[in-house]
């Protein structure tokens, strides 16, 4: 018996491994075109394995140009040797301004020294954002080796206002009423309250989880949205939903956001749609452009990994 749904589970798990497999596919194929096109997808988020691709595509490649930068600028680039204080072999590497990544969960400064290998001089937690944006800021100050920055999160605004406050350096609550109700009108006014409190604090845009907020209503995500464009801040999503399933398809979700920022005006980013799109990761991307075409601010980003993400933890008792 448990050996049976031990297959039946690991079937599921193929099955979804399978479409994220799929979804990456489709985004690597098109990724080059569209980032051309349309710059839908940014040297940002497709770093890894978009970056040389979009270099290719966006800017001039300099193979065997010598670089001098003064003050931390570019200052010249010359096919002929150049003399400068400090010499730099840089055989074999890009010479590029630093990266900027929108989705970095880990802010401690082990992560940090990871982004800087990466390339990356700002890192940002955007797709959440962190519980307490002054607190946030106040634990980077002097300590951060990259440029850092939160957006203000929806999630945790929702959780301190259904009387659940998430503890600084944690991005979702455990499933409960905070996550799975719905708020009511008064609810939700004090959710945009917190959220204008934490924009003041210095949010750089509003974080939502809506797949681990569940209980949100349409109404309430629009007026998030609303709240955003107030403040003409961008809106980063974690859609509702995945799959190709109805009523709750990847279709559905991004259809929701997509909707969200036509009514509000607010800027909206999409995060990881290749994984909440799986299967229909072109589909969704024709929506973003679709979108975009009719005037709207809307973008995406899609992982340079097929796995997303994971961590070791110890449990404290
Ligand atoms: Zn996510």
Redesign the pocket.
């Known amino acids: 018996m448990l050996e049976q749904q031990r297959l039946r589970s690991d079937t599921a798990n193929a099955a979804r491994a399978e479409e994220f497999r799929e979804g990456d596919k489709q985004v690597g194929r098109q990724e080059e075109q569209i980032a051309h096109a349309s710059n839908i997808i940014t040297p940002v988020i497709a770093r890894k394995t978009a970056r040389q691709r979009l270099i290719r595509t966006r800017f001039t490649i300099y193979e065997f140009a010598t670089y001098s930068i003064t003050n931390g600028k570019i200052a010249r680039i010359s096919a002929e040797p150049l003399a400068g204080e400090r010499v730099l072999n840089a055989k074999g590497l890009v010479v590029a301004p630093g990266f900027i990544d929108l989705?970095q969960h880990g802010q401690d400064v082990d992560s940090g020294r990871v982004k800087v290998f990466d390339g990356v001089t700002t890192a940002l937690e955007m797709?959440?954002g962190s519980p307490d944006v002054a607190a946030f800021l106040k634990s980077k100050q002097g300590q951060s080796l990259v440029n850092y920055g939160s957006s203000a999160s929806h999630v945790a605004a929702r959780a301190l206002i259904f009387g659940a406050p998430l503890p600084e350096g944690t991005l979702l609550p455990a499933a409960g009423p905070a996550t799975d109700l719905p708020a009511t009108a008064e609810q939700i006014q004090k959710i945009e309250d917190r959220l204008r409190h934490e924009l003041d604090a210095g949010g750089l845009g509003v974080g939502m989880?809506i797949?681990?907020t569940p209980g949100a209503s349409r109404l309430e995500v629009i007026q998030m949205f609303r709240l955003a464009a107030e403040r003409s801040v961008p809106v980063f999503v974690?859609v509702r939903s995945a799959g190709r399933v109805e009523p709750g398809s990847s279709i559905e979700a991004v259809s929701e956001v997509i909707g969200a920022a036509a009514v509000s005006g607010a800027s909206l980013h999409i995060?990881?749609i290749n994984?909440?799109c799986t299967k229909d990761s072109l589909e969704c991307l024709s929506m973003v452009a679709g979108a975009r075409a009719r005037g709207l601010d809307v973008t995406a980003e899609a992982y340079p990994y097929t796995a997303?993400m994971t961590f070791i933890r110890i449990e404290q008792s």
């Open positions: 989705h797709e959440i989880g797949q681990y974690h995060v990881h994984s909440m997303g």
